[in-house]
């Protein structure tokens, strides 16, 4: 923002944190017992071994890396119960809301703080990302994958590539579905590179994807078992319905896109980096990127519309947002 309106950044800062936490905790009293899939995850960490918990993945969407960082929880002594499963994943929740403003910072964002703060106020997010099951770590792995690549971008040292590919790594781990975010974000990293013409180094942006695609061989098998039962879940999308049930009923998109216009009003941004290695460039390829493969493998899927479908893709467009009208 303006270096004029300090005071104003913070109290507003202030005012959306203290929003965010109090919502975080009111999910954690007011959400209950574990739903039916959170109850498949907590079964799954508290299965006796290794193959019983591998027995299971046939069955469920996602690989096995949540509930086996539950299992090692428990093993650790975090009781297996639904107040403290319940309490974990707020935590998990919290870690993510603190991910993306980290992950903004280390590419140069002074004060990112509203837009990020704003989508983690959204109810969805609340409830699938403090929910137990995975979409708080796949998100948190999109977080970081993204801001390691735009740093890498930023800085072409060896150390951030490798942070990247760790990154993609466990952001495939956490979720299947996360492919298509890799598959976009190293694309986007070396389409901009070409066009700065930085020579045949473009195409170790190709690392991460490479590596997260090589770490999910040994998944094959429980990925093909569970394609086979995915057909009776055959749906036609219905984009109507789904704008009106959860863009303008369920979420805070309404409220987010007034502040939105309100902030590029008053926060014009003032960028100090270059436009071939800019994280504003980037961040505005992989957020429109990442809609546009979400919606066409939700037609090439055929799954229904489920709003958490399109989470990641929220997220990238709200970073997209504060590196582009924030002050950097």
Request: charged fraction near 10%.
């Amino acid at each position: 923002m303006k270096h004029d309106s300090p005071r104003v950044v913070w109290w507003l800062t202030i005012g959306l944190l203290a929003w965010v936490l109090v919502l975080h905790f009111r999910f954690k009293v007011s959400a209950g017992p574990l739903w039916r899939d959170e109850a498949q995850s907590a079964a799954q960490a508290s299965m006796p071994n290794w193959q019983a918990l591998e027995s299971t993945l046939d069955f469920d969407t996602f690989p096995p890396l949540f509930p086996t960082l539950l299992r090692a929880a428990s093993s650790a002594g975090l009781p297996l119960t639904d107040a403290s499963l319940r309490s974990t994943a707020v935590i998990l929740g919290l870690v993510l809301a603190a991910s993306v403003v980290a992950g903004l910072r280390l590419v140069g964002v002074r004060s990112p703080w509203v837009v990020p703060l704003l989508v983690m106020a959204d109810p969805l997010f609340i409830s699938e990302g403090d929910s137990v099951r995975p979409y708080g770590l796949a998100l948190t792995g999109v977080v970081w994958l993204w801001a390691l690549t735009a740093k890498y971008l930023m800085d072409p040292a060896a150390r951030w590539l490798a942070f990247a590919t760790i990154a993609a790594v466990f952001s495939v781990q956490a979720s299947y579905t996360n492919v298509l975010y890799v598959g976009v974000i190293g694309p986007c990293a070396l389409v901009l590179e070409v066009h700065a013409r930085r020579g045949w180094h473009v195409l170790l942006h190709l690392v991460p994807g490479t590596a997260a695609a090589l770490s999910l061989l040994p998944l094959a098998g429980h990925v093909s078992a569970a394609r086979a039962w995915l057909p009776v879940l055959r749906y036609a999308p219905d984009w109507r319905a789904f704008a009106e049930a959860y863009v303008f009923d369920q979420s805070a998109a309404r409220v987010i896109g007034w502040v939105v216009l309100v902030l590029l009003a008053i926060c014009p941004g003032q960028r100090r980096w270059g436009p071939e290695r800019s994280p504003g460039v980037f961040s505005i390829a992989v957020g429109l990127a990442a809609w546009a493969v979400q919606i066409g493998f939700v037609y090439a899927a055929g799954v229904p519309l489920f709003p958490r479908y399109f989470l990641q893709c929220a997220l990238l467009f709200g970073i997209l947002l504060e590196v582009n009208t924030m002050h950097a």
